[in-house]
Nanobody, 126 residues
Framework: QVQLVESGGGLVQAGGSLRLSCAASERTFSVYVMGWFRQAPGKERQFVAITNWRGSTSYYDDSVKGRFTISRDNAKTAVYLQMNGLKPEDTAIYYC???????????????????WGQGTQVTVSS
């Protein structure tokens, strides 16, 4: 059972930056595809970014491409989301998620992730 704890959210002005962190309890962290998702009020949870086991391949939603960067440190069992050029429409609760272990498919679907953190609020003011 993987436990995930996010941190780093907060209130920032448009154009600003935040770095989200997700700490994982699992020692075999390196065998999980890791992702970041977000959920705005009244909307469904949506894909933001994912990275493979080694962090060598990543995918982004078009809305954040070029502004957000996902990375991971397997030695520290952590995954990060660097968010630059934040916009008011980025306001949401951001969730860290892990796939089933040894899964190689890098899915952008919420249903394919089995472990979730509690979320961290990101609010971008205009």
């Amino acid at each position: 059972q993987v436990q995930l704890v996010e941190s780093g959210g907060g209130l920032v002005q448009a154009g600003g930056s935040l770095r989200l962190s997700c700490a994982a309890s699992e020692r075999t962290f390196s065998v999980y595809v890791m992702g970041w998702f977000r959920q705005a009020p009244g909307k469904e949870r949506q894909f933001v970014a994912i990275t493979n086991w080694r962090g060598s391949t990543s995918y982004y939603d078009d809305s954040v491409k070029g502004r957000f960067t996902i990375s991971r440190d397997n030695a520290k069992t952590a995954v990060y989301l660097q968010m630059n050029g934040l916009k008011p429409e980025d306001t949401a609760i951001y969730y860290c998620a892990a796939s089933q272990p040894y899964r190689t498919t890098m899915s952008k679907q919420v249903r394919d992730y089995h472990y979730w953190g509690q979320g961290t609020q990101v609010t971008v003011s205009s």
